[in-house]
């Protein structure tokens, strides 16, 4: 996938020049946003990111001679999830907010088509060079206690309707035990630092990015600090 944008360089200075930068999507991508990285780097130093002017620029994919929007950059962090740039990029997926956009666009006198999602319109090939400061990061919150996080919704659902609801000591024992055995599911500790990556309205669930990690946990909303 490529981002491009007329955001500052490596150099934080100049801004107003056309960048593009190589990504690829995390191992487990969110509905209501996707998260990229350089995967010469992978988040664990200084790579290629979006960064401050950045923000609404698009990320492409090309596939048999045709260009898709994939979606558009909204937040970006440093490595390991500090201030800066060349760690994530965060996206908003054109699947998810496509129809919204489209309906922006048109309320505000412009004209588009719900039909051009792909296009095979020529595009300019800028230098690859990071379109690199950050133009917003997720707020970062910590764990109340320590508590079980999961890689889908449905087994932090499950985990908290056995442990909280139902209150089966047994039952959730079990359950714990067979998601941590086969990796679909892991402990994470008292006070960990957590960055919210999706938060459904009719959910008691929410997922978490920990500290230093490229792909977000499933969790109860009470286990997380508020903002």
Do not use: H
């Not at 890689?151 to 079990?174: G, P, S």
């Not at 009719?202 to 109860?220: A, T, Y």
């Amino acid at each position: 996938m490529t981002i491009t944008g007329y955001g500052v360089g490596n150099d934080k200075k100049v801004l107003g020049t056309l960048r593009s930068a190589k990504q690829v999507v995390t191992g487990n991508p969110g509905k209501l946003q996707l998260r990229l990285f350089d995967p010469e780097t992978r988040n664990r130093s200084s790579g290629l990111s979006s960064c401050a002017g950045d923000a609404g620029g698009p990320a492409v994919k090309e596939q048999d001679g045709k260009i898709t929007l994939v979606g558009i950059m909204v937040w970006g962090t440093g490595p390991n999830d500090q201030e800066g740039c060349g760690g994530l990029t965060g996206l908003v997926p054109i699947s998810t907010y496509g129809d919204w956009i489209i309906a922006v666009v048109k309320e505000s006198g412009g004209s588009v088509s719900s039909e051009r999602v792909e296009t095979t319109r020529p595009v300019d090939r800028p230098n690859q060079v990071s379109p690199s400061v950050q133009e917003s990061r997720v707020t970062a919150r910590t764990l109340k206690l320590a508590t079980l996080g999961c890689k889908t919704r449905e087994d932090a659902d499950k985990f908290l309707k056995l442990f909280v609801i139902e209150k089966d000591k047994e039952a959730t024992q079990k359950f714990v035990m067979s998601r941590v055995i086969s990796g679909d599911c892991r402990m994470l500790d008292k006070s960990q630092e957590v960055s919210p990556e999706e938060t459904p309205i009719f959910s008691d669930s929410m997922c978490v990015r920990p500290k230093g990690e490229v792909d977000c946990l499933w969790v109860n909303k009470g286990m997380v600090t508020p903002p």
